[in-house]
């Protein structure tokens, strides 16, 4: 693991790679698509990646207090789904998010054919997907570099959880918006 990088891997469903001022999140998904309602293979499932700001708290306290951070909502999304295993026909991913709600899909056929290599080659440099957020990536410079470093370690979860994605489905309970408790 890299030294820049601290890593948070949380039971079950997801997992969060921390930096200085920007943090990766990993959870596998499993919902109905509400755009897609009426139509034959509504359901989406697969893994969600998300690039996210980070804050800890400046209140120091003692030499024992633990810090408090949090993740501010979604810059981009990336999305490894599909309508059934080893479908790869929904990967997609959202290059803009406002308040949390992911823009526009963009499908490209790269991402289809090999997604984990395709995330590899875009966590090896997020400085392009930092300005089009609108953020100064010579401001968060070692955060590019320690995810560079960490990409394999991110991609590697991700695909552990696309494998078992990709495993028949079972019947799952949704809640009010169609999404299923996914434990990958």
């Not at 499932?45 to 708290?57: F, I, P, Q």
């Not at 998010?97 to 054919?113: H, I, K, T």
């Amino acid at each position: 693991m890299s030294r820049a990088a601290r890593l948070c891997l949380c039971a079950g469903v997801y997992r969060i790679y921390c930096f200085q001022k920007l943090a990766v999140t990993v959870e596998g998904v499993d919902f109905l698509d509400p755009a897609l309602a009426g139509e034959p293979e509504v359901r989406e499932r697969g893994v969600r990646l998300e690039l996210r700001g980070l804050t800890e708290s400046a209140e120091a306290g003692s030499v024992y207090a633990s810090r408090a951070a949090w993740l501010t909502r979604g810059v981009c999304r990336f999305d490894l789904l599909e309508s059934r295993p080893n479908a790869a026909d929904r990967m997609h991913w959202h290059p803009e998010m406002s308040d949390g709600e992911p823009g526009d899909r963009v499908f490209d056929p790269d991402l289809a054919a090999d997604p984990i290599g395709w995330l590899t080659r875009v966590l090896n440099d997020v400085a392009p997907l930092l300005r089009r957020a609108g953020l100064d990536p010579a401001e968060h410079a070692a955060d590019i570099a320690a995810m560079a470093d960490c990409s394999g370690e991110i991609t590697e979860a991700a695909s552990r959880l696309l494998a078992e994605a990709r495993k028949p489905w079972p019947e799952v309970e949704r809640d009010h918006r169609g999404l299923a408790e996914i434990n990958l």
